[in-house]
């Protein structure tokens, strides 16, 4: 493989054999691998065990698992998207095909535009922009489309103030990239390469980490036909849609299913229906201050938000990472004894065991040690007594005034003995 792999495109998986994550992708590599065959593909399937071929894997830069691969040439291409058959199958297609496709016709034009979402091109002949295009496009190939085309290909609603031109059909309409508003080329279609709508997963998410835009969110159940569970997410899409000139340089859009993932992120429990704007970049949140009823609700909250007037909450600062931890420690405490009670118990119960019985040990063996040394400062007393104050037929005699007569040391040793007992 290591001396043939640059003659043919490779699609490989790089995997460890007891990693749980890969026996879940192996059915769906499986089907990947007849699909691609069935299609007449040129890109050839396969996997390999990167722990037993380690130097192998390391030089293509593995490092977890699993890793998916495209290999074209001297060139390896990351896969990141969902693991599922058709997004891999797709992403084999878009990244083992030309890095710029031609558009010919009106024909090819129409047709390239209702099989995909959000597509690029690139209108006009040899200039600087063009070969920055083609360097883009072999960075995020994996991501988006890239296409060519001369300016009497495209719709006729299109106008464009000068070429050569750089272009993203989306949502229905189309935006041109100008340098001066919209900085590098690369940062510009790497933040257009989505939809201005979303239905938004953790993976959605994290995705959209890279695009530097702010992502506003109804937080809804799906499964909930109730008017204000409709109501919140027609409010976005009515935003998304009607504002696009005004927000979209800055706000992603879209709705998500459940508020267990945006709970993790937040580190808080949110009551659904709600509407909130996430900052991915430093983890900073807003929630509206008051009921969102209206479309011209959500503009405010937006300009709100752009203006600095709106409060953020969260962040990446030290208390947020003391609290990240903290939070992350009880939720999978709570996830183990969830799943698994008897496994918690074990898990936890075995390490307090132990701790306790050291703990009592080291507290019953000061006890002892006290109750000895009790019972030694006893006796001592004692014996000091029996000494200072002599036998009881002494102590008698001296109540009676028997002794008349004493020496001058005696008498300052009886001085001695009474300052004692005193």
Not at 301 to 320: K, M, V
Request: proline share 4%.
């Amino acid at each position: 493989f290591k001396e043939n792999r640059k003659d043919d495109i490779w699609l490989v998986d790089f995997y460890a054999p007891w990693c749980g994550h890969c026996k879940k992708l192996e059915p769906v590599w499986n089907e990947v691998g007849i699909e691609m065959r069935n299609m007449g593909s040129p890109v050839k399937v396969g996997k390999m065990d990167a722990t037993s071929f380690s130097s192998i894997a390391s030089e293509f830069g593995v490092r977890g698992y699993p890793t998916i691969k495209l290999l074209k040439g001297d060139l390896a291409y990351n896969y990141r998207g969902p693991r599922t058959k058709d997004d891999i199958v797709e992403f084999a297609n878009r990244v083992a095909g030309p890095l710029i496709r031609p558009l010919p016709s009106q024909h090819m034009f129409e047709h390239v535009q209702k099989r995909h979402r959000v597509l690029f091109v690139y209108v006009g002949g040899e200039s600087p922009l063009k070969e920055k295009y083609i360097e883009v496009a072999s960075e995020l190939i994996v991501y988006t489309y890239f296409f060519s085309a001369s300016e009497d290909v495209l719709p006729e609603y299109v106008t464009l103030p000068e070429l050569p031109a750089v272009m993203v059909f989306k949502d229905g309409t189309y935006f041109v990239y100008d340098e001066y508003e919209d900085g590098d080329l690369s940062s510009w279609i790497n933040r257009e390469r989505f939809q201005g709508y979303l239905n938004v997963d953790g993976f959605t998410l994290y995705e959209l980490g890279d695009t530097g835009k702010l992502v506003a969110i109804a937080v809804i159940d799906d499964k909930n036909s109730s008017v204000e569970h409709t109501r919140l997410k027609s409010i976005i899409q009515e935003v998304a849609r009607d504002y696009r000139d005004h927000f979209h340089r800055d706000f992603q859009f879209g709705h998500m299913d459940g508020n267990d993932y945006i709970n993790s992120l937040l580190m808080d429990d949110l009551t659904i229906p709600t509407i909130v704007v996430l900052n991915t970049s430093n983890q900073q949140y807003f929630l509206p201050d008051r009921h969102i009823e209206s479309t011209e609700d959500m503009v405010q909250f937006i300009n709100n938000i752009l203006d600095g007037t709106a409060e953020a909450q969260g962040g990446d600062g030290l208390l947020q990472r003391i609290k990240r931890i903290i939070y992350d420690a009880k939720s999978t405490i709570v996830s183990v004894f969830k799943s698994s009670p008897l496994l918690g118990c074990f898990l936890f119960g075995l390490p307090l065991g132990v701790i306790s019985i050291m703990c009592y040990g080291i507290c019953t063996a000061d006890t002892d040690g006290e109750v000895f040394e009790h019972e030694g400062a006893k006796k001592e007393s004692g014996d000091r007594e029996l000494t200072d104050e002599g036998s009881e037929e002494e102590q008698e005699e001296e109540k009676n005034g028997k002794y008349t007569e004493l020496s001058d040391g005696e008498l300052k040793q009886k001085n001695i003995m009474e300052k004692k007992k005193d």
